[in-house]
């Protein structure tokens, strides 16, 4: 009987502890999700100058080379930048 109790806490403990991982990305995933949110705010950002768009083109390319590579952080860390370049560029109207 305790053994029944025992495995049955056990089983409601695993299910109970597994959406909490389930809501977070994994990291190989966020230069993925990064990338596709830099893609979707070029398509629907209002225009750049060239100069910026063309940088922010090199940074895909960068981006897109160290995911093949295997380097996600890097990949994350490129991403994360070209972001806030786009976030920055979009709240301050500045279009560089």
Same mark, same amino acid.
């Given at each position: 009987?305790?053994?029944?109790?025992? %495995?049955?806490?056990?089983? *409601? *403990?695993?299910?109970? %502890?597994?959406?909490?991982? %389930?809501?977070?990305? !994994?990291? =190989?995933?966020? $230069?993925?999700?990064?990338?596709?949110?830099?893609?979707? !705010?070029?398509? /629907?950002?209002?225009? &750049? #100058?060239?100069?910026?768009?063309? =940088?922010?083109? &090199?940074?895909?390319?960068? %981006? /897109? #080379?160290?995911?093949?590579?295997?380097?996600?952080?890097? $990949?994350? #860390? &490129? /991403? &994360?930048?070209?972001?806030?370049?786009?976030?920055?560029?979009? /709240? #301050?109207?500045?279009?560089?």
């Amino acid at each position: 009987m305790k053994r029944t109790a025992l %495995a049955g806490l056990f089983v *409601a *403990a695993a299910m109970l %502890a597994s959406p909490v991982f %389930a809501n977070e990305p !994994a990291k =190989d995933d966020l $230069c993925a999700i990064n990338l596709q949110k830099i893609n979707d !705010a070029m398509a /629907t950002s209002g225009q &750049t #100058s060239e100069n910026t768009s063309d =940088d922010i083109k &090199t940074g895909i390319e960068k %981006a /897109t #080379s160290e995911q093949a590579k295997g380097d996600k952080a890097a $990949c994350i #860390s &490129t /991403t &994360t930048q070209l972001l806030q370049r786009i976030h920055d560029i979009n /709240t #301050s109207g500045a279009r560089n």
